[in-house]
């Protein structure tokens, strides 16, 4: 909520809004404590200090809206950053259905990995698809797309793998996944592999299922490298951009990779091909 202070604030600032008061000085305070006494499980000191924000908001969001009114060009404006400041205002901790937590990406979502050291992640999912096989020129990614919703990872194989078929031209004869698509929705339930599965299990598929793990590194890489980890494109379409981009600049590394390989073995080779004379 004080972030929510500062850009009304900072906005009117910048528009000419004169406000009866801005709050910022005590408003910052308040957020400072609210940290601290969550942090010493001393709730309903913090529980008061979120109130006192909350209160805070609400006027500054009701004085600001008595200044635009009448104003067509200033309410273009301010109403976008206003309706998500009263949504911030109003919604609750233990509220059910979609909430704001980024004033400026409305669109992202609270994920919960599970895990002990990040349990909640904020963003959009994003499935990534790379061959099951050990590829000389490195595991390249088939298939990227960014999942708006926070949807069941088993409700988007179906639709991800006829994406991938219709992209690449090749049907899929086995699909490994992991225990987080159990229930599927793919058409073809006996194609597809979860990691730990001991039915029907030869022992080709037994090291298919092995080599499964293969996608993980490449998951850190374009988290890390390639701008997955972070976008800087707005909107769901940036999302959705930001996924294929970074998926094609990570081929495109993979790639440049083995063009300087063959580059370097023609380099050695021509010493011996082209006679001394040549050279000067």
Known sequence: MYRAIEKLVGLARSEGVVLRQS???VAKRAAIMVG???HAHQFKRARRKLKFLRTRLGRLIRDIARK???DGALEAIFVPLL???TKVRQQDQRQRGRK???LHAP???CIAKGKARAPYEFGCKVSVATPVTSPKGGQFVLHAQALHGNPY???TLGPMVAELEALTGIETRRIHVDKGYRGHNHPHKFRVWISGQVRRV????RREMKRRAAVEPVIGHLKAEHRMGRNYLKGPQGDRINAVLAAAGYNFALLLRWLAMILRALISALPRTIPAAQLI
């Open 23 to 25: 709050y910022l000085r």
């Open 36 to 38: 601290r006494y969550t």
């Open 68 to 70: 635009i009114d009448g």
């Open 83 to 85: 309706s998500r400041a």
């Open 100 to 102: 704001v937590y980024a």
């Open 107 to 109: 669109e992202v979502e």
């Open 153 to 155: 990872d088993g409700h």
């Open 202 to 205: 030869t022992a080709s598929i």
